[in-house]
């Protein structure tokens, strides 16, 4: 039993979820790892969504809306913290949910694909029933994708993306939108969006952003994903872990 007085308390609280989705065979022992490498940059970042992340997420959500065929990407991580926002943002979307994992096994898929049931998803793509094609440059399981998500998706969606993946899925053409807390991943530098911020934060501000945006005129919601610069937010992510540990600095 966690206190909620103790200054760790929503991070633990976080460790407490991932522990139980492994234990429920939601995520991988190796999910429980990503998790730790993304909670020492949110430790760094100030555990708040930044300035810059919040410029990510609007044009993350510009770029969305603008989709002919937006996909969300759903890993074991995704799954263990955020499944009931995951569902809200797909059906502000009318976006399609699609089930990839990089450890793919029988199991996790079926406990994920009932985890988001639950959670109210219509038609998840990415399940085992599924014919599935291979994407470009990978082998094995974590290629295989949905004919009729990923596949042919013109935005996807990816938190907390492998930086293989992601560099395959630019290949073949996706704008790519990655929520990573670790602004030096292959994946953040990768995708064309990145937000840096923690995934239990981001995703519920990315609902927030959709709303806000839904009735912008499409010239201006170009104009928001144009102006959006991946590589220079990425450094200014970076500027802020270096400078709140040495002197003053606008999170
Ligand atoms: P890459 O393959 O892109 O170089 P990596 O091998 O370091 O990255 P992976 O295990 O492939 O890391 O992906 C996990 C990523 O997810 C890490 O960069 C980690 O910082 C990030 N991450 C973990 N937990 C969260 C979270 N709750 N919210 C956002 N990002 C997270
Ligand atoms: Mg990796």
Known sequence: MIHNDHPRYESLKLRAKVVEAYKNGILADSGMIAHGRGEAFDYLLGEKTSSNAKKAIKASAAALILAKNPVISVNGNTAALVPNEIVTLADELH???????????????????????????KNILGTDQEEKVSIRGLEGPRATTSKDGVYIAD??????????????????????????????????????????????????NLIEAVKELSNVDPTTLH?????????????ESLQKISKKHTGKVKT
């Not at 996790?108 to 998803?121: P, Q």
């Not at 104009?223 to 450094?235: A, C, E, H, T, Y």
């Open 223 to 235: 104009q928001i994903v144009k102006g959006f610069n991946n590589k220079k937010n990425l450094q």
């Open 155 to 204: 935005v996807v969606l990816v938190p907390l993306e492998d930086g293989d993946r992601a560099e395959a899925l630019i290949k073949l053409g996706k704008l790519l939108i990655t929520i990573d807390l670790n602004p030096l991943s292959r994946t953040a530098k990768t995708a064309t969006i990145t937000i840096v911020d923690n995934i239990v934060r981001a995703v519920p």
């Open 95 to 121: 976006a399609k949910i699609e089930i990839n994992l990089f450890h793919r096994t029988h199991e996790r898929v079926s406990n994920i694909e009932k985890l988001l049931k639950e959670a109210g998803a």
